[in-house]
């Protein structure tokens, strides 16, 4: 029986694991704040105290940090991923990072003798809890098939570039995207509630549209309610523009509206809705 691990316990990692764990495949947990892990190790995980210490317990781990330094860090620190690494174990990054993190990440991995797919995932805690995400791989292509049951299992749908960072990048080009979007839609509930419009009725009109998306669905009742549990948290969608942002500028690619939408982030995160869910950026676009 394939021994999985996991590294990260946040919100996704959370939900992701409880969903290996409920089809009865045998996992390994780690987080750096070890308490989180609990719940998992109630539901049947093992838990390691160190990522070396996953490794040499596992066939395939998983990594979810929340950016390219955590990422680096838990491959490449003191008692990290590279320490335990050895031939024919495999490593499957599916934080969000830019695409030279994923290139050093499998330098390193692969120097060891291993196997390394990077894997990002599109969708955020209702798809990790539904098991429907989207992962965006690129790498050992060997290492993705034999990956395919745990990913089959939280996700409905994996792609494969041949190419190891384009995984990377179709990420940010899809948050990039998502992070403007949610913007705009702040802006024209702003403007409608201005003008004397109902949040509700200019949500309803939107649902019958050609604009109308799962994204205004889910989150605009919830932005209407001034609710903003975080699903995805804010800070972490900021993190995605300014990398989408830097590789747009390493490809001379100009991003105007991206860069419009980042300073809102930007202005949010200095608001305090770091931890907020990324709709939060409500907050510093309403008029009060």
């Not at 690494?85 to 499957?92: C, E, H, L, R, S």
């Not at 990913?151 to 995207?177: D, H, R, T």
């Not at 109902?198 to 649902?207: F, G, N, R, Y």
Request: aromatic residues 6%; proline residues 5%.
């Amino acid at each position: 029986m394939t021994k999985y691990g996991f590294l990260g316990i946040g919100i996704m990692g959370k939900a992701m694991v409880t969903n290996l764990l409920k089809a009865g495949l045998d996992v390994t947990v780690w987080n750096r704040t070890p308490e989180r892990c609990t719940p998992l190790v109630d539901m049947g995980a093992n838990q390691a105290q160190t990522p070396a210490e996953v490794i040499e317990a596992c066939d395939i781990t998983f990594g979810m940090v929340s950016d390219p330094e955590a990422a680096k860090a838990v491959c490449l620190g003191e008692h990290g991923v590279a320490q335990a690494m050895t031939a024919g174990k495999g490593y499957i990054d599916i934080s969000t990072v830019d695409s030279d993190t994923s290139r050093a990440l499998c330098q390193t991995i692969q120097g060891k003798g291993g196997r390394f797919l990077e894997a990002p995932v599109s969708g955020s805690k209702k798809p990790a809890e539904d098991g429907a995400l989207v992962f965006l791989c690129a790498g050992d292509e060997s290492l993705y098939r034999d990956a395919a049951e745990p990913l089959g299992i939280m996700g409905k749908k994996s792609f494969y570039f041949p190419e190891i960072g384009q995984g990377a990048q179709i990420k940010l080009v899809i948050n990039m995207v998502m992070g403007t979007m949610m913007t705009a839609f702040s802006e024209g509930l702003a403007l409608g509630e201005q003008v004397g419009l109902q949040k509700s009725d200019i949500l309803e009109v939107l649902a019958q549209g050609a604009i109308n998306n799962p994204m205004f669905q889910l989150k605009g009742p919830l932005m209407a309610a001034n609710t903003y549990n975080p699903a995805f948290p804010l800070k972490h969608m900021q993190k995605d523009m300014r990398l989408a942002l830097e590789l747009g500028e390493k490809h001379n690619q100009p991003l105007n509206t991206v860069a419009a939408a980042n300073e809102l982030y930007l202005k949010a995160k200095r608001n305090g809705s770091d931890d907020e869910d990324f709709s939060a950026v409500m907050k510093v676009i309403e008029k009060k």
